[in-house]
């Protein structure tokens, strides 16, 4: 890896993540990169940030497509870069070279663009458990994050993503981790699914709980992602998250339910059907709006008009539709 850091200081540019969701505006966060990497030749069976890094001239196209798309918050591919999910594939030990680089690919592509984007550490699920349930201890759990995210915060991340959660311990446990080692925007969402009586994570975490641990810990931005909740489904989740106290909330839904066709997982929710649900988001109270699994810059691209085209009505204190 021989991309230079980018050129423009992140720390002043990304401190202004957070005054600018405070002051009402919305902004966009990018959408999936696992279809998109896919449509690029990665197949199962490889780390997706490995592979990434071998493989830059793909990874630089998907994140320039999401910012031309409009994106105004972007990811790194990261969301597996922890030493648990790492280590299966023997680069345990390359946790900190491939998160940096992989931080470092993204802030050149940004510097390239000539737009002004918030370069974010993406962090995801260790996938074990934490204790009682598992082996795995908080402050084992706490070191492991700290690893990853020390390496994306000297790579240029100027915010940490924490994303696809569905253990609150595990969660919070992020969280702490990246205020133990950076002062830097978080935001933390977690999946959800639609039950009987509102949402809850595989885990059993209700959105109020999942506001008030994450905010505890220490998360400025709290919200969802993934799980099955559908885009035209996030209102009534980002009131739940509303009413609970949260002052600003991201969400990042599926292009639509998985569906298996052949052998191939189908995102068929269209750009279009994506979109129509905005104005809701909107009148909901969204802060930040962006896609998780199956969405493509084109969808980021509707997702991006949408909003910018209707009333942001984002701000702390906005009134559920």
Request: charge should be negative; charged fraction near 20%; include cysteine.
């Amino acid at each position: 890896m021989t991309d230079a850091a980018p050129e423009r200081g992140n720390g002043a540019m990304h401190r202004g993540l957070l005054e600018r969701l405070q002051s009402g505006e919305v902004l966009v966060a990018d959408g999936a990169n696992g279809v998109r990497l896919a449509a690029y030749g990665y197949r199962p069976g490889e780390a997706p940030e490995r592979w990434s890094l071998d493989h830059p001239e793909a990874m630089r196209a998907i994140h320039a497509g999401y910012i031309a798309a409009g994106a105004d918050v972007v990811l790194t591919n990261t969301l597996g870069g922890s030493r648990p999910k790492l280590a299966p594939y023997g680069l345990g030990e390359e946790v900190a070279a491939i998160n940096r680089d992989l931080a470092l690919l993204l802030g050149d592509v940004i510097a390239r663009s000539g737009r002004e984007v918030f370069l974010a550490g993406d962090v995801g699920p260790t996938g074990a458990l934490l204790a009682p349930l598992g082996a795995l201890e908080e402050r084992e759990a706490i070191a492991i994050f700290r690893e990853q995210i020390a390496a994306l915060v000297a790579g240029g991340a100027g915010c940490v993503f924490i994303e696809t959660m569905m253990d609150l311990g595990e969660a919070a446990a992020a969280v702490r981790a990246a205020r133990e080692c950076c002062d830097l925007p978080v935001i933390a969402t977690m999946a959800f699914n639609p039950v009987r009586d509102g949402y809850r994570t595989m885990m059993g975490v209700t959105p109020a709980a999942a506001a008030e641990a994450l905010l505890a810990a220490g998360a400025d931005v709290v919200g969802a992602n993934c799980g099955q909740v559908q885009a035209a489904d996030m209102p009534a989740l980002i009131r739940a998250f509303r009413a609970a106290g949260a002052p600003l909330v991201a969400v990042e839904p599926n292009a639509g339910l998985p569906q298996l066709v052949g052998e191939e997982t189908v995102f068929s929710q269209t750009p279009e059907e994506m979109a129509a649900a905005v104005p809701d988001i909107l009148a909901a109270g969204a802060n930040l709006v962006g896609g998780c699994c199956g969405t493509t810059d084109a969808h980021i691209r509707r997702i991006a008009a949408a909003i910018r085209g209707g009333a942001a009505t984002g701000a702390p204190g906005a009134e559920p539709a």
